[in-house]
């Protein structure tokens, strides 16, 4: 890969992996200054970027585990003072580190890692640990808990490769929930169009009421009043709109006018295609 573009993928995953570590694992004391956060957070990246050089070849489980250690440890020791508890947690400092070398990963820039990140979407994937937040544990045990856990679910593929479907998987299934949701926002649309359509109708109320004062005490088909309708300027145009069926005493429709089932109605069915055109005043 081109120098330009690797500092440049590097540069971002750094950005996306510091802050799904820190985003919202309360990771400062409350008494941390602006100023105590960025030279934490950038003595983060440079640990992170330092440490994945040691990912070139494969490393071990056992390797693993003390560089998670040692990433804990380290920015313990340099900035105690404003962190949460005086610890730099391994909770927070494997969801970095772990996110950071799958980034690399994805793009070959360095070997399959031992482990995935473990955060709270993985961790619902998890048997048995349901107790343990990814942003409170600080122990190895506890993280080997969430390890040994996920390399059961796996079932014997790398839990690396698990993750990935894992996310793809959660993803895939927020979509949907989205087209749901979508499909919600249609159907409510339609309504409304159904809601417009009714406008629609009501509209030609008082015209096709006078066009049929004609005709009234006679029964006409659906076809005679469409011509009635075609032949009277003012509804000609829009005669595609107008329906005998949608201004009916003893019937009514979706997006029928407001007439319909009252005693201002203009018709009232006969039987399918026929109305009788009632006697208004
Ligand atoms: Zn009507």
Redesign the pocket.
């Known amino acids: 890969m081109d120098a330009h573009k690797e500092n440049f993928l590097r540069n971002e995953f750094l950005t996306l992996s510091v802050n799904g570590a820190l985003g919202r694992s309360r990771t400062y004391s409350k008494s941390a200054t602006e100023e105590d956060k960025n030279r934490f957070r950038n003595a983060l990246r440079e640990k992170l970027d330092e440490t994945s050089a040691l990912y070139k070849s494969a490393v071990t489980e056992k390797e693993h585990l003390s560089i998670i250690e040692n990433l804990s440890n380290d920015l313990t020791v340099r900035f105690h003072h404003c962190l949460r508890n005086g610890r730099f947690r391994i909770g927070i400092a494997q969801k970095a580190l772990n996110l950071y070398l799958k980034y690399l990963w994805c793009v070959n820039l360095v070997s399959q890692p031992p482990h995935c990140p473990f955060d709270s979407i993985v961790i619902r994937h998890i048997p048995n640990c349901d107790n343990l937040s990814w942003t409170s544990i600080d122990s190895i045990e506890d993280y080997m808990k969430l390890v040994q856990n996920s390399q059961r679910m796996a079932d014997g593929e790398p839990i690396s490769e698990w993750e990935l479907k894992v996310w793809t998987d959660s993803i895939q299934s927020e979509r949907s929930s989205k087209i749901h949701q979508a499909t919600k926002v249609q159907q409510k649309k339609r309504r409304k169009e159904i809601n417009g359509w009714r406008v629609t ?2 509209r030609f ?1 008082d015209g ?1 009421k006078q066009a049929m004062s004609r005709y009234r005490n006679s029964e006409l088909t659906t076809a005679e009043i469409r011509k009635i309708v075609e032949h009277t300027p003012g509804l000609a145009d829009h005669a595609q709109f107008i329906y005998p069926s ?2 009916c005493i003893n019937h009514t429709n979706k997006g029928a ?4 089932l009252t005693d ?3 018709f009232k069915r006969i039987r399918r295609g026929v109305f009788f055109i009632r006697n208004m005043a």
């Open positions: 109708s009501a109320h096709l949608d201004h006018c407001w007439c319909a201002k109605a203009i």
